[in-house]
Nanobody, 127 residues
């Protein structure tokens, strides 16, 4: 059974950077797209970035375009989310989620459609 675990969160000042990692175990990611989501207190979970199972296609929400970059390292079964120019509104718990698919693109799906969710990692952007 596939499992994913996030890490890399922390406290950072506005304008700073963090790199989050999503490490998979129990299966390869060859047939899983990966999505990064975030949830701030009192708000609904929102999609941030996703990467296709092939790693060749990505998508990011407008709020993070130009600042966040998602990438995949197949040999290590790891997906990264590089977050630059962080803003206070980026403060949230960040989750990665994996969905089994034969598609070669990615998008955000309803929560139940994902096969595995990580436990979340806290990102706090504050001066």
């Amino acid at each position: 059974q596939l499992q994913v675990v996030e890490s890399g969160g922390g406290l950072v000042r506005p304008g700073g950077s963090l790199r989050l990692s999503c490490v998979a175990s129990g299966s390869t990611l060859d047939y899983y797209e990966i999505g990064w989501f975030r949830q701030a207190p009192g708000k609904e979970r929102e999609g941030v970035s996703c990467i296709s199972r092939t790693g060749s296609s990505t998508y990011s929400a407008d709020s993070v375009k130009g600042r966040f970059t998602i990438s995949k390292s197949k040999n290590k079964n790891t997906v990264f989310l590089q977050m630059n120019d962080l803003k206070p509104e980026d403060t949230a718990v960040y989750f990665c989620a994996a969905r089994q698919t034969v598609a070669t693109d990615c998008r955000f799906h309803r929560d139940p459609l994902y096969n595995a969710w990580g436990q979340g990692t806290q990102v706090t952007v504050s001066s």
